[in-house]
């Protein structure tokens, strides 16, 4: 089953708002990534993080790997109708066969 | 274009059945999973291979379940006796290296036992 906590399940915004989503566990783990799916598509790596700490940006994104290594946010900044999807987020955990594992997704919904 | 394919897209099986999933990973890439996502969960790990080795096959939720990929590129997955708890939307994704290198998923297909 799903080692992972995303929150919130489902956002409805309106256009231009800022957008925070985030992912907790009880394991550690040595990648955090985020991932955006839409309709009939596979998810597409958005932003990889490698360290504890680590704050990475890609346009109006951005995502932090915690210093704890259990937990990781994604923020989005001034959404645009293209934002609508699923956005997962997953990553290896430290120990064992480091599988990607992947938590549940936030759809994000925009009011234009 | 240069990605991950999967076919066929869309798959409706009526329960007993058997189905063959195929993807083809990009081209030179060394590793390949294959993923269940049920509707509205993420993807769940089924299965990965580096080049024609299948070095994990924990995910795999039963014997029914069975992957290949005896050449090192395309590969596999069959389902036997589907059920319908086996519909789901099964993704491929391909990565350059090793397992924890970044991974590349295909479309999917989406999988209906009646």
């Known amino acids: 089953g799903q080692q992972l906590n995303q929150s919130p399940q489902s956002m409805f915004i309106q256009e231009g708002e800022d957008v925070s989503m985030n992912c907790t566990s009880s394991s550690i783990f040595n990648t955090w990534l985020w991932y955006k799916q839409e309709p009939g598509e596979g998810p597409v790596l958005l932003i990889a993080l490698y360290k504890a700490g680590e704050l990475t940006s890609n346009g109006r994104l951005t995502a932090q790997f915690g210093i704890t290594r259990k937990d990781s946010f994604l923020n989005i900044s001034a959404s645009i109708p293209s934002d609508v999807g699923i956005y997962f987020c997953?990553?290896?955990?430290?120990?064992?066969?480091?599988?990607?594992?992947f938590g549940q997704g936030t759809r994000l919904t925009i009011n234009p | 274009g240069a990605g991950v394919s999967q076919s066929p897209r869309y798959k409706v099986a009526k329960r007993g059945q058997d189905v063959a999933l195929r993807c083809d990973p990009i081209?030179?890439?060394?590793?390949l999973f294959w993923y269940q996502q049920a509707l509205g969960q993420g993807p769940e790990f089924l299965t990965y291979?580096?080049?024609?080795?299948?070095?994990?096959k924990s995910g795999l939720p039963s014997d029914r379940f069975f992957a290949e990929r005896p050449e090192g590129s395309v590969s596999t997955l069959k389902i036997q006796r589907t059920q319908q708890e086996d519909s789901a939307v099964y993704l491929c994704?391909?990565?350059?290296?090793?397992?924890?290198?970044?991974?590349?998923f295909g479309p999917g297909t989406r999988l209906t036992v009646l």
């Open positions: 081209s030179g890439h060394v590793s």
């Open positions: 997953a990553g290896h955990i430290i120990q064992g066969a480091q599988k990607l594992v």
């Open positions: 994704a391909s990565s350059f290296g090793s397992r924890t290198d970044t991974q590349y």
């Open positions: 291979f580096q080049n024609e080795a299948q070095l994990d």
